[in-house]
């Protein structure tokens, strides 16, 4: 079985900030790439941003320049250190990994159960 335990979330102003973590745990053999999505009431599950394994990272142009993405792979977590907050990035963050299991012959795509953010004055 594998895990996805994201924490970090909750309530903060505008402008101000969250750093949000997702660690993966179990039967893992390898992580390929770890993302953090978000799905805001009455719209779909949007990419925010991603890390491969290889180091490069990709961001919705909403957040570019605000928020910013890291890894440690020794500990199989994501961050997502999120600046400069405004009312339309509310919305329940998903920590999502791309990971090949031991003894699987491909990878999947395992989610976590979802964090609340939200941005309030």
């Known amino acids: 079985q594998v895990q996805l335990v994201e924490s970090g979330g909750g309530l903060v102003q505008p402008g101000g900030s969250l750093r949000l973590s997702c660690a993966a745990s179990g039967s893992i053999w390898r992580i390929n790439a770890m993302a953090w999505y978000r799905q805001a009431p009455g719209k779909q599950r949007e990419l925010v941003a991603a890390s491969a394994s290889g180091g490069t990272t990709e961001y919705a142009d909403s957040v570019k320049g605000r928020f910013t993405i890291s890894r440690d792979n020794a500990k199989n977590t994501v961050y997502l250190q999120m600046n400069s907050l405004t009312p339309e990035d509310a919305a329940v963050y998903y920590c999502?990994?791309?990971?090949?299991?031991?003894?699987?012959?491909?990878?999947?795509?395992?989610w976590g159960q979802g964090i609340q953010v939200t941005v309030s004055s």
């Open positions: 999502n990994a791309n990971l090949l299991r031991s003894g699987a012959w491909r990878a999947y795509d395992y």
